[in-house]
């Protein structure tokens, strides 16, 4: 599907494919972990992608940071970042470099970050070799960045004279976040930041999020499992299903009109206020992307899979501006002529 970029896109991915292909005594083994995905992301949102785990989620998230290495290998498709009207190409590592892209523009916060600090060294110097990679400055000029950032984002300044051990890991996950954002970057992409973390310590970091990114109008990648995370933080949400896209759409369509069974079952999964009833979870697990089901891959855990679900891939429609689904049902009712065409 082609897709007009518009002006206020910041990153854009178009037809992604990466695979992990590994090869072993001469078999070649390929895992498909990002399957033709297209997204676009605009400048200033928090931009949510969900789904369980081993869907695909982290491995997207690397290829659109460009940071992806071997066995992740990019077989198809393009990233482009746009700042400030100028296009750069996310897979090229000599642009990212020349133009100094990571960091100073574009911010991450892996998986089971909190665990990234430097164990013997104080937190006060790591700011300073972070910052100095990126804006070489004195030292005391850096401790005051440091100091001034963590005021103003309401973090206790005494931190930067601890060790990571010696802080909680809700504050040290809180440090990471800053640390990472401390050069204002203009893009952050954040992987499982509430994750291993209890729910009031949760509530905090989330709250941290949305405040360096409406402080500065960044725009803000965030990848969660928890859709009561999306729920709370995200405008546009993304459910990945076994390395597909298999819903887009704003929040509050997401979650009052989930079109794709899939995202259904994830909504049910959320806890409400007003049901006491038990959660309903989802039936099965996500199947291994080496060989992924045929069709639909969410067909053998699908309640209205159909003969065709399990030999035709659901094409990706637009069911109205701004809310993609690929599910056959949905196609059906939506386009019967396209239906009828595919299964003729
Ligand atoms: N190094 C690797 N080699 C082979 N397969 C991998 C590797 N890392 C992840 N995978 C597979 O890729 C798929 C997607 O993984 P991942 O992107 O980590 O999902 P998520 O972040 O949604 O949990 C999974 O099926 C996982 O088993
Ligand atoms: S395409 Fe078929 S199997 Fe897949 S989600 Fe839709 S109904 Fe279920
Ligand atoms: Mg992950």
């Not at 100095?132 to 973090?155: F, T």
Request: charge should be positive; include cysteine.
């Amino acid at each position: 599907m082609t897709t007009n970029v518009n002006t206020n896109t910041i990153v854009e991915a178009k037809n992604l494919k990466a695979y992990y292909i590994t090869r072993a005594y001469g078999i070649e083994r390929v895992v498909k972990a990002v399957d033709d995905i297209s997204i676009q992301v605009k400048e200033g949102e928090i931009y949510g992608i969900a789904g369980e785990s081993g869907c695909g989620k982290s491995s997207l998230l690397k290829v659109l940071l460009g940071a992806h290495q071997a066995p992740l290998t990019v077989v198809d498709g393009s990233v482009k970042y746009r700042f400030d009207g100028n296009e750069i190409n996310a897979l090229s590592k000599q642009e990212m470099e020349h133009k100094d892209v990571r960091w100073r523009q574009v911010s991450y916060i892996p998986q089971g970050s909190m665990h990234v600090l430097n164990p013997v060294r104080r937190i006060r110097d790591t700011f300073h070799d972070f910052i100095q990679a990126h804006r070489p400055m004195k030292r005391h000029e850096s401790n005051e960045l440091a100091r001034n950032y963590l005021r103003d984002l309401g973090l206790p300044d005494k931190v930067l004279g601890a060790y990571p051990h010696q802080l909680s890991g809700g504050m040290r996950q809180r440090v990471t976040i800053a640390l990472a954002t401390i050069l204002w970057p203009k893009l952050i992409f954040a992987d499982e930041p509430t994750t291993a973390l209890d729910v009031v310590v949760q509530r905090g970091v989330i709250q941290l999020l949305k405040e360096i990114q409406q402080k500065e109008r960044s725009t803000l990648v965030l990848i969660t499992h928890d859709i009561g995370v999306h729920a709370n933080l995200a405008d546009r949400i993304a459910v990945l299903y076994a390395g597909k896209l298999v819903e887009e759409g704003d929040t509050r369509t997401i979650l009052k009109t989930p079109m794709h069974p899939y995202t259904q079952f994830l909504i049910k999964s959320l806890p409400r206020l007003d049901d006491r009833g038990a959660r309903v979870g989802i039936p099965g697990r996500p199947p291994a992307l080496e060989n992924p089901p045929p069709g639909c891959r969410f067909h053998p855990r699908c309640p209205l899979a159909m003969d065709k679900c399990r030999t035709i891939d659901p094409p990706l429609i637009t069911v109205q501006p701004g809310h993609r689904v690929a599910c056959h049902v949905v196609t059906d009712a939506m386009l019967p002529e396209m239906s009828h065409a595919a299964s003729a």
